[in-house]
């Protein structure tokens, strides 16, 4: 099954901006940034991919880490840090967060 345009463009740029694979202790911040941009299926469908081209290990760490924002949400240092990279791979910088107190 071929992947729709948007989550094979994700992929591919996670693939080119983590050449060695991503590392497990980053696997929660980086869904937890995808989260910000995509919706829950679409997130699903990028660990998915990764997962079914990692061996089995990692698999189970992507599921894990997903399963994961729901109860345990990333450090921000750790989100601080997959962010660096991402933006340093040529990620879009991530745009500044608003507080319902200010405009």
Known sequence: MSLPPL????????????????????????????????????????A???????DPTSADAIRRAIADLINEPPLEADIARVSARLVAAGWPQPAPEHSDNHP
């Open 7 to 46: 989550i094979a463009s994700v992929v591919q740029f996670l693939r080119t901006g983590y050449p060695e694979g991503v590392p497990e202790q980053d696997y929660l911040p980086l869904f937890a940034l995808l989260a910000r941009k995509l919706t829950a299926d679409e997130v699903a469908q990028v």
């Open 48 to 54: 998915d991919e990764l997962a079914a081209h990692g």
